[in-house]
């Protein structure tokens, strides 16, 4: 449920609230409202929230980066990213 001034709502009235002022916007449903109100229980905010993607590393780059480890195995953490920054 969700509170709205003075009283709490059901999802299925949300919707309504919704789409009465604004007809034009794209299908909405219950499952769209619980999804929205669930990220904002649990962020505080419905932004878009960017995705972590992994970063792809191609084989040369994953070569380079275990040889320069076996030649120096003592390597600080910060000096293997700035070799993968020069390779690629």
């Given amino acids: 449920m969700i509170i709205y001034g003075d009283r709490a709502?059901?999802?299925c009235e949300?919707?309504?609230l919704i789409r009465e002022p604004h007809p034009d916007l794209p299908p909405l449903n219950q499952g769209t409202?619980?999804?929205i109100e669930a990220q904002y229980r649990e962020m505080g905010h419905v932004r878009k929230v960017p995705s972590?993607?992994?970063a792809v590393?191609?084989?040369d780059t994953k070569l380079n980066l275990l040889?320069?480890?076996e030649e120096n195995p003592i390597t600080p953490a910060r000096q293997p990213a700035l070799i993968m920054n020069k390779v690629i």
């Fill in 57 to 59: 590393v191609d084989d």
């Fill in 9 to 11: 709502l059901t999802q």
């Fill in 14 to 16: 949300v919707v309504r």
């Fill in 67 to 69: 040889l320069a480890l």
């Fill in 33 to 35: 409202i619980s999804k």
């Fill in 52 to 54: 972590k993607r992994q």
